[in-house]
């Protein structure tokens, strides 16, 4: 599919885990990354990854958050450990197939393919 789609929201207890998935075409080679935006809040990078599997975390999430790929199966994912309330928000997976070209991961603008959203809700 064109658009990046996404799976594995939830709701879940402070200090649970998430894994969010999230398929894509013309995968192997394409710059993917993690976006969150919580109600009132701008949209904010987590994680980005590029076909050389170079991460970059936003400093919140870092220790907590992996993000990684699986090229054989065309999905993205992004494991979320220690949840805090404030990891709350709708989660976008973003692609650019061509490649990150040495665009930052965690920079919106990077991305012209963004899936629906997946809700996380952490409460305390």
């Known amino acids: 599919q064109v658009q990046p789609v996404e799976s594995g929201g939830g709701s879940v207890q402070a200090g649970g885990s998430l894994r969010l998935s999230c398929t894509a075409s013309?995968?192997?080679?394409?710059?993917m990354g993690w976006f969150r935006q919580a109600p009132g809040k701008e949209r904010e990078g987590v994680a980005g990854?590029?076909?050389?599997?170079?991460?970059k975390y936003a400093d919140s999430v870092k220790g907590r958050f992996t993000i990684s790929r699986d090229n054989s199966k065309n999905t993205l994912y992004l494991q979320m450990n220690s949840l805090k309330p404030e990891d709350t928000g709708m989660y976008y997976c973003?692609?650019?197939?061509?490649?990150?070209?040495?665009?930052?991961?965690?920079?919106?603008?990077?991305?012209?393919?963004w899936g629906q959203g997946t809700q996380v809700t952490v409460s305390s």
């Open positions: 990854i590029d076909s050389d599997i170079i991460t």
């Open positions: 973003a692609a650019r197939y061509d490649g990150c070209g040495g665009r930052m991961l965690l920079n919106p603008t990077t991305y012209p393919r």
């Open positions: 013309g995968f192997s080679s394409s710059c």
